[in-house]
């Protein structure tokens, strides 16, 4: 899987580059693989920004403050989740495009009542997408590094999308 994430974390960087563009990242059960896959390409500071492991709610309201009646029935671990999290780092890093990750990674499920291996991905932009993918495993680092493509792979879909 590793060899996926930094493949990814090219041709993000390529479009990226190209367009001259930037992104940043907002994850949490990826623990910050997203982030890593996107900075492993040599002059990501042409395009990468900034971002943040936002795994708690102390961390989201440092990083993102993200108003508590924003999240007035919207729970963590779902795709309107996800993509707040996304649109509050790119409002507040001022990026072209950006990441949101939330899910429980495992060996057991999220108190929400979702079961490991469940995750919900976003990214905004030009263009917003977002998407829930189950692994159906609770293998909490194969879990991590299959998160952590499913993203990079939405954001080039939607990046790749815009022209």
Do not use: K, Q
Request: charged share 20%.
């Amino acid at each position: 899987m590793e060899d996926e994430l930094l493949e990814l974390g090219e041709r993000i960087a390529r479009l990226l580059v190209d367009r001259h563009e930037t992104i940043a990242v907002a994850e949490s059960s990826a623990g910050g693989l997203i982030s890593a896959a996107l900075l492993s390409v040599g002059g990501a500071s042409a395009y990468f920004v900034g971002g943040g492991v936002v795994y708690t709610r102390t961390s989201r309201n440092a990083m993102l403050a993200i108003p508590e009646s924003s999240l007035e029935g919207v729970r963590a671990s779902t795709e309107a989740y996800a993509l707040m999290l996304a649109r509050a780092i790119r409002e507040r890093l001022g990026t072209t495009w950006a990441i949101g990750e939330t899910g429980a990674t495992g060996p057991t499920g999220n108190r929400y009542g979702d079961a490991p291996g469940h995750v919900c991905l976003a990214v905004s932009g030009p263009s917003e997408a977002s998407r829930t993918l189950e692994t159906g495993t609770a293998d909490r680092h194969e879990n991590m590094s299959v998160f952590a493509a499913g993203a990079l792979r939405l954001c080039h879909e939607v990046i790749g999308a815009v022209h």
